[in-house]
């Protein structure tokens, strides 16, 4: 395949404008192999509905995927590179990271041979290390491919990170954005002030992966200082799990809050909607049960759609959570606003040919 990549530029232009960045998840047969058909029409699903960049081999992929006897992690990035080539659009690719630094590595190069313009660097195989040691290994990994940094929250096996270290990792000169997604007002925060500190704003993009506040997030301008003159700051796009479904609205809502963001007020309609797709995500996520069926909830809704065969996940413990399918169709027949699958319906075909 031959392999068509961004320069670090071009990626922070391309980053910096805004994008809808779905977290790709993987589709399954019943008995749980790869299903290459439906991976492939997932891939060209998002690229029709305009999603500026995709991530693969991250959380919403199933993490164990990584795992050598799974043998999952080229493949499907090989497929959503090939899918991209075939496309012809400008598509930001990014491929999860994970594992101590000789794992880290090993993909970074598996990746960056693709042509993916960046690693999602997750850190938790870290969780009791200390910072220093931590940065010495995203330092290390940058050497390989641009860096998008990875704020997960606690509850899917990120670990907490102070502003301290933020600050540090901001300097590091390959980081081209940092996907927030704490789930923490005060942490979100810290990211954010760290990258203001550092004056690097027009370099490193931010992303929302806070998926219980995409809305506000993307709204809101964040200032650190009470002079009118200083910089301010703005997450401009999504890199969301919650994105990996109704992604045609979801980037008519992105286009829509970047159109806003240039008026002196948020139309209290948007604050509405953003209320709507926290109580969308709560059923897709399964807050009620601390996020135990978050992907087979995702899965539920691409099944419905036809863009999936199953909700099936690797683990075959994994699934719904009691009620979680009624939710599920709380929200749907709630939100229809909301949702894509008359443009799914339209094109199915088209994708799964």
Known sequence: MKVNRMTIQET????????????CPLALTRE??????????????YIAAGAGG????????????????????????ELAAETVQEKGKPIVKIAGLVGKTPQAIREAEIAASLGYEAGLLS???????????????CQTVAELIPLVGFYLQPAVGG??????????FVEIEQVVAIKIAPFNRYQTLDVIRAVADAGRTQEIALYTGNDDNIVIDLLTEFRFSANPEAPSLRIVGGLLGHWAVWTKRAVELLE??????????TSSELLTIAAQVTDCNAALFDVAHQFAGCI?????VLARQGLMTGRWCLDPQEDLSPG????????????????????VAEHLDEWLS
């Open 159 to 168: 670990r907490i990170l102070s502003y301290s270290f933020w600050r540090r």
């Open 32 to 45: 749980r192999r790869f299903d290459e058909r439906h991976e492939r029409a997932l891939f060209r699903y």
């Open 123 to 137: 850190l938790g195989a870290f969780r009791d290390a200390e910072e220093k040691e931590i940065l010495e290994h």
């Open 324 to 343: 979680q399918k009624e939710e599920i169709d709380r929200v749907y027949a709630s939100y229809p606003h909301l949702t894509d699958d008359d443009f």
């Open 12 to 23: 922070r232009q391309a980053l910096q404008k805004g994008l809808v960045i779905p977290a």
């Open 54 to 77: 995709l991530a693969v081999g991250v959380h919403t992929t199933q993490f164990a995927i990584h795992d050598p006897q799974v043998g999952l992690y080229k493949p499907i990035l």
């Open 296 to 300: 087979a909830g995702i899965h539920e």
């Open 256 to 265: 829509r809050i970047h159109k806003e963001r240039q008026k002196p007020y």
